[in-house]
């Protein structure tokens, strides 16, 4: 399924230079996902599409700003950037350039430039649905994934900033991610960036 929102596909061709503070307020009224038992069978056969890598330091977009605030996408833009492909791999045609500017036309960034979550809503036409937890353990992120919601972790990086990347997969050897700084042909292991998950939203389409 296809929806229509302005596309423009192709991995990001940058590599990692830059890190990202981009945080984001927590919702007044968050929406809890469904969270279905699983089984321990199944815990190695959680996967979601994996459609597209998008970079926040790719240069047709790495200098658009965050609202009304003059952080880019390139120095502050990764959960924009994790943001922008989860939607592709719903099934919307965007990258994070392109959801930066609609972000901004719905009033997606608070003044600092932060995501307000709502606004993801909104620049879908409402077609998807985010969804915020107060846990921030691994159960929730499987949850996600066996709904077919898309996982969006936050956690720290060795300089102390705070960085998000999506969630795609677990094996039995942890939880695959796109991260928005790491150019890879293959998800890299959670685990190679994170020794613990901050904080986790997840984004899936209405129903």
């Known amino acids: 399924m296809k929806y229509n929102v302005k596309f423009w596909i192709g991995a990001g061709l940058a590599v990692m230079v830059s890190s990202c503070s981009t945080s984001s307020p927590p919702l007044q009224n968050p929406v809890y996902a469904p969270q279905p038992v699983i089984r321990p069978a199944e815990l190695v056969r959680l996967q979601l599409a994996d459609r597209v890598q998008f970079l926040q330091t790719d ?4 200098n658009k700003t965050l609202g009304g605030s003059n952080e880019s996408l390139e120095s502050e833009g990764c959960l924009v950037t994790a ?19 609609r972000l901004k036309a719905y ?54 900033k705070t960085h998000w990347a999506m969630v795609v997969k677990e094996t039995d050897s942890g939880f695959y991610i796109r991260d928005p700084m790491i150019s890879s042909t293959t998800p890299i292991s959670l ?14 389409v209405r129903v």
């Open 59 to 62: 240069i047709r977009w790495a």
């Open 83 to 101: 943001a922008a492909m989860a939607l592709v791999n719903l099934g919307f045609q965007t990258d994070p350039g392109d959801l930066t500017y």
């Open 107 to 160: 009033g997606g960034f608070t003044s600092n430039g932060w995501l307000v979550w709502r606004g993801l809503e909104k620049a879908t036409a409402g077609k998807v649905k985010t969804y915020f937890y107060q846990r921030k353990d691994d159960e929730v992120v499987r949850a996600c994934l066996a709904a077919g919601y898309y996982p969006l972790v936050k956690f720290n990086l060795p300089s102390s």
């Open 191 to 204: 685990a190679s960036r994170a020794s613990k998950i901050d904080a986790v939203r997840c984004v899936g």
